[in-house]
């Protein structure tokens, strides 16, 4: 069969590697080529020594390690056809027509893109005598699956993203560490979690950390927030309890749509109530660290149901996405998800926090 290329692209996030994993083990247990592209859509376009045949044990000893062992990378180059024509002579030359992509949504639309011009780029390649007609014949289908690595959950039609529970993990970490010198100190802690444009980990962190308060992106808050803030705090206190949680998401916003800081937070508790008050911005701390086992998991049925996927794939097999239903690995059509999270983005930006939320669903 034609050979099977793997690569992460866009940010990265733990789980990835099992993911990269599973899908070199799966193809080669069903007999397939198996390549690893380096540095994401910039060693499909660059080649030479970016495209290597993996074989059983380069993937051994990754799967507990963050980040992606094979490098990712956001490519300008792939952004135009010159770079996509160039990527697809790499592809030919080595026998590739199945493609994983493990990224975000700009990822995903790559990918898509990328298929769609397929047809068109392996022309161009025949009648500039850079492939031969055989060639032409012989790959002119190519199949992609994507998954979604991402630590904020922010991708619709999966329950959970690779790396959200890694990162879960991490901030939960963090405030635990930072809950026993607060109560020794009768101190309030204001913890800056990722979410540009999801409150999923400020949300889920709130609920397993039991912070007094929790900033999100989808619900920004009323003029009377100050005060709603301040009297939630002191109820807390005075019912015994020796310090205050509270969780800012980068992205949060007041109704008029002007962020809401860790710092205007702060000044808010020190200005009206007193309170000795610290901030800790978690930043990339959260991407970092081992996977959890669910995210290694995780990554290890998505990756194997993709290959499944490009294995049962005809000529005119839609790209699909595979993502988590209900504990479900499931093949979902690429582009419809891929649609629907650039549609919450842009509802979340002209401020239809509604909308936006029903867009998502249930993820
Ligand atoms: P993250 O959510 O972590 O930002 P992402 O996959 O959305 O991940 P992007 O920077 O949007 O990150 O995309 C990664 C790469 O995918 C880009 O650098 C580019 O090479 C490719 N890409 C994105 N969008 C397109 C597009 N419309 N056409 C061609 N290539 C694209």
């Known amino acids: 069969g034609h050979g099977i290329a793997v690569f992460t692209s866009g940010g990265d996030s733990q789980g990835m590697n099992a993911a990269v994993r599973a899908v070199v083990r799966m ?28 074989n059983w044990a380069s993937v051994s000893s990754i799967i ?9 990378a956001r490519c300008k180059d792939f952004r135009e056809r010159p770079g996509r024509l ?22 995903l639309t790559g990918a898509n893109l990328f298929r769609v011009e397929w047809s068109s780029l392996l022309d161009e390649l025949l009648s500039t005598g850079r492939i031969s007609t055989e060639e032409r014949q012989k790959y002119k289908s190519l ?34 560490a930072i809950v026993s010198t607060a109560y020794s100190h009768q101190r309030t802690f204001i913890m800056e979690v990722m979410g540009r444009h999801c409150g999923y980990l400020a949300v889920v962190a709130a609920l397993a950390s039991e912070a007094d308060y929790v ?6 808050v009323n003029v009377h927030w100050k005060e709603n803030l301040c009297k939630k705090l002191l109820q807390e206190r005075s019912a015994g309890q020796r310090l205050n949680i509270i969780i800012v998401a980068e992205g949060a916003i007041d109704r008029e749509g002007n962020p809401i800081t860790a710092e205007m937070v702060k000044k808010v508790v020190v ?6 008050t610290r901030i800790t911005v978690l930043g990339h701390v959260q991407r970092g660290g081992n996977p959890s086992a669910f995210d290694r998991v995780l990554g290890c049925r998505m990756g194997a149901e993709a290959v499944m996927a490009l294995m049962e794939a005809t000529d005119d097999t839609e790209p699909c996405v595979v993502s988590l239903d209900g504990n479900q690995a ?10 629907r999270t650039q549609a919450v983005a842009k509802a979340m930006a002209e401020r239809k926090f509604e909308l936006a939320v029903d867009l998502r669903g249930r993820s």
């Open 27 to 54: 193809g080669i247990y069903l007999g397939c080529k198996v390549y690893f592209i380096k540095e994401g859509y910039q060693g499909m376009v660059d080649g030479g020594e970016n495209i290597v045949e993996a």
């Open 64 to 72: 507990h390690r963050g980040g992606t062992v094979i490098g990712s």
């Open 86 to 107: 160039k990527a697809a002579e790499n592809l030919i030359k080595r026998g590739i027509t199945n493609l994983v992509v493990i990224g975000g949504d700009g990822s």
């Open 143 to 176: 199949h992609i699956a994507g998954m979604v690595g991402s630590i904020d959950n922010d991708f619709c039609g999966t329950d959970m993203t690779i790396g959200t529970d890694s990162a879960l993990h991490r901030i939960i970490e963090a405030i635990d």
């Open 215 to 220: 900033f999100i992106p989808e619900d920004p």
């Open 271 to 276: 200005d009206e109530l007193k309170q000795d």
């Open 330 to 339: 499931v093949r979902l059509p690429l582009m419809e998800c891929v649609n």
